[in-house]
């Protein structure tokens, strides 16, 4: 049963970890996607 517990718990911890990385690439993709905004802006101007 102590084993069963520890991999619960250990497989919520893993979840809120995967869920910060998620919100981590949604930034940074939309950082990426602005800045080749702005890359495909100069190039038309």
Do not use: A, C, F, P
């Not at 520890?6 to 809120?16: G, I, Y």
């Not at 930034?27 to 990426?32: C, S």
Request: proline share 0%; net charge negative.
């Amino acid at each position: 049963m102590k084993d069963v517990e520890t991999l619960s718990k250990e497989l919520s911890t893993m979840k809120r970890e995967l869920e910060d990385v998620k919100e981590i690439l949604k930034g940074l993709i939309r950082v990426i996607m602005s800045k080749e905004g702005e890359l495909d802006e100069d190039e038309y101007n």
